[in-house]
């Protein structure tokens, strides 16, 4: 059944793609389309079905500047809105040395049925053993952010970034399995918001052919981040990042394997809260696994994937996503054990993004996701 479910989803995507293709509206000198509209219509296991579209604009000012907007509502109550503004654009300046650029970036996301899965002790068990919960409630992400580019070489760049960052979440549904007089602790419920304005620096060895699409090279980043207690107390942290990526052909032309390994750790203040934690899960991480199921604070991702255009602008991928974590105020056994998910998937090649379907499988969940841009 599930495998019918399948098919008749990445039919009705190749279907859906081939005929918003025809929404392209205008292309500069060099073939690059200057205006793309796409309407969104998808189906994601932690959405439900969505709509929306997504639009590029680019070089408008005739400054190689773009403008990157997409509005989304589902069906399981997600209303997501992001904008960025870039100039010069980020497939413009790729492999360049050019002497300054900025980024502008806002996200909201608001969630009004959204998961928080915690382990807890049921007060009503005489054992000690920790069970597995998930709470429903109202989450709403406020992400702003300004980046300042500059380039040393073609191959060597930088940014230092200012992040504001609001987390709030209210409304709380406990787990169904919940008896009401029993008392069960949700460490969310803690410090359920929380907000920070972080410094930001990013510093990397860049290769790679293509920003949007890369087909070849390497990348080596290393990124920090620190917000000191502005807002309120206990929310001050430090976070590092390290992470590789790889793009390299193999066997014949249109074949790219592609790879990304990722470490990251976050030193947060005693008593902080937990949505200071690396999330992990979902479609730009764990596909396979809920969005946001774990939260770390020390996390290694490993995500591989062969990538294949066979026909026109449509691709196909095959992948691993492998994941492990550890959060000694969550977890049992303050770590989550190694995680492996099989992945297939298509891909629509724009001028200026990519469209994604990916499908992951966790366990005995199957994860249908449609986004856009690779996830590395």
Known sequence: MKSQTLIKTFTVLFIYFSYSFNLY??????????????????????????????????????????????LFNSTKGEQWYKVVFSVPDFETRQ?????????????????K????????????????????YADKCVYELIDARVLFNLALRKDITGWLGIKFNSIASYNYQRDSRIDSLAIVKNPFLETPSV?????????????RNSYINPSN?????????????????????????????????????????????????????????????????????????SVDKFRFKSVLLFNNELRYQFWWRFGFITGLDIGYGSNKNLYPEKKINWIITPVIGLRFFMDNFIVRADVGFYKNDIGFYLNFGHIY
Not at 36 to 57: C, M, N, Q, R, V
Not at 113 to 132: A, I, M, T, V
Not at 234 to 249: L, P, T
Not at 252 to 267: C, P, S, T
Request: charged share 25%; hydrophobic share 35%; glycine share 8%.
């Open 25 to 70: 509206a205008q292309s500069d000198s060099s073939g690059r389309a200057e205006t793309e509209i796409l309407p969104i219509l998808s189906y994601d296991t932690d959405t439900g079905f969505g709509y929306g579209a997504k639009a590029f604009f680019y070089n408008k000012l005739s400054i190689k500047e773009s403008f990157d907007l997409i």
């Open 95 to 111: 492999g360049t040395e050019f002497p300054f650029a900025v980024d502008f970036i806002f996200e909201y996301d608001k969630w």
């Open 113 to 132: 049925s959204y998961n928080l899965y915690y382990y807890g002790k049921n007060s009503f068990e005489q054992s000690d053993r920790q069970g597995d």
């Open 195 to 207: 907000k920070y304005l972080s410094a930001n620096i990013n510093c990397k060895w860049d290769t």
């Open 217 to 289: 090279g390497y990348v080596f980043e290393m990124e920090l981040e620190y917000a000191p207690d502005i807002f309120s107390e206990d929310n001050s942290f430090f976070r590092e990042a390290f992470i590789v990526r790889y793009f390299h052909k193999i066997f014949f032309e249109d074949l790219v394997l592609a790879g990304r390994a990722m470490e990251q750790i976050i030193i947060s203040e005693s008593g902080s809260s937990q949505f200071l934690a690396i999330p992990v899960g979902g479609n730009n991480t764990l596909r396979g696994v």
